[in-house]
């Protein structure tokens, strides 16, 4: 199984990482705008935001989502 990661690059010099994960049914993409928010004040950081896989979720009735 191949997930795909969302990635914001450090502005300067990459001395530091930070692995965002997401909760229950979101996504990386989710959670872009705030890295992007974030990446001018800290321009040294790569944001990575990995996505989750779909899967039945027993806690709704089985749904299929980012779990």
Known sequence: MSLSTVIVN???AHTASVIFIHGLGD?????K???EMLSPSLP?????LPNAPEQPVT????FRMPS
Not at 27 to 31: E, K, R
Not at 44 to 48: G, L, P, T
Not at 59 to 62: D, E
Request: charged share 15%.
């Open 10 to 12: 450090a502005r300067k």
């Open 27 to 31: 996504s990386g993409y989710g959670w």
């Open 33 to 35: 705008p705030v890295a």
């Open 44 to 48: 040294h950081v790569k944001f990575v």
């Open 59 to 62: 806690l709704n009735g089985g």
